[in-house]
């Protein structure tokens, strides 16, 4: 089955967001939503949102999904928002468990923060198979980036989160807390195991050096004869020499300290205080 994929591209963090149909019939599922944040004011806004609201209300689609490929180091999720607005249940990747351990420690979240994955409605396992309507969804597991990283195969069309960028772009990092480079150039495997003609959908682009246009969309064929880290059939022991050295030379991505703090919760703010006023933490020297 070829599902029907939109895409839904925020500027300020360079995240691509989906919505993904199937060819007949109005379900659908959302996949790495944003919700924006304005670091230097504190301030959140729907618009991004908004758009995908308005896009399936539009289409007349009924919400199944709204679904997360990991926690997110770069945006805020909006997945509470879409279900608010358009219903579906919140999925994500059944490490979760390993990432709110990980950071509930690093922001003192204490022990009223439940570390169990219980703030999310499904957590997925390698193998796990969900549905769209009547178009089927395969669970994989991808770690590397993250412990918690999911590709969701749905018909010809995988959604790999971070584990790759377009061909000119390479792959992704591995130096957050619980991560990996010899896991990613497994998980990567996993995905290139997949018929050449799988289309593929990266959840971010910075339009490498030499390329005018934006773009997210790519197959597996096209990443194992170009990706520019992975590509040609590279050795291990290669991949994780320049993934490493690579990772040493980057900052931290600017919203990372706001965006997991939400992410692992879902989506969900931090508990308010008794005057209703919600506060972000600033770890010092703990990234």
Not at 80 to 91: A, H, V
Not at 140 to 150: L, R
Not at 205 to 218: C, M, V
Request: aromatic share 8%; net charge negative; with cysteine.
């Amino acid at each position: 089955m070829t599902p029907l994929v939109k895409a839904f591209f925020d500027p300020a963090t360079n995240t691509v967001s989906y919505v993904v149909r199937p060819p007949e019939g109005h379900a659908a599922a959302v996949i790495d939503s944003v919700l924006d944040f304005d670091h230097a004011s504190g301030r959140t806004n729907t618009a991004s949102a908004d758009a995908i609201v308005a896009y399936i209300e539009a289409e007349g689609l009924k919400t199944e999904w709204v679904l997360e490929t990991h926690v997110h180091a770069d945006h805020l999720s909006a997945a509470p928002y879409l279900q608010e607005r358009l219903g579906g249940k919140i999925g994500i990747g059944h490490q979760i468990t390993v990432v709110q351990d990980t950071f509930g420690k690093i922001f003192n979240e204490g022990t009223e923060f439940q570390r169990d994955g219980s703030q999310f409605d499904a957590l997925f396992r390698e193998g796990d198979i969900f549905h769209i309507g009547q178009m089927r969804a395969d669970v994989m597991h991808t770690p590397g980036h993250t412990p918690a990283c999911m590709t969701y195969v749905i018909g010809d069309a995988a959604f790999v989160g971070d584990t790759l960028f377009m061909p000119d772009f390479g792959t992704a990092r591995c130096d957050f807390p619980g991560g990996s480079s010899e896991d990613l150039y497994r998980s990567i495997q996993k995905i290139l195991a997949l018929p050449d003609q799988t289309r593929i959908f990266v959840g971010h682009d910075y339009k490498a050096p030499g390329r005018d246009e934006f773009a997210w969309e790519t197959t597996v064929g096209e990443q194992k004869a170009l990706n520019v880290h992975i590509g040609q059939g590279r050795p291990i022991e290669d991949f994780v020499h320049m993934r490493d050295a690579r990772d040493a030379t980057l900052g931290m991505p600017r919203l990372i300290l706001p965006s997991l703090q939400v992410n692992m919760r879902a989506g969900h703010m931090p508990p308010a205080d008794e005057h209703g006023d919600v506060f972000l933490k600033v770890p010092v020297n703990k990234l």
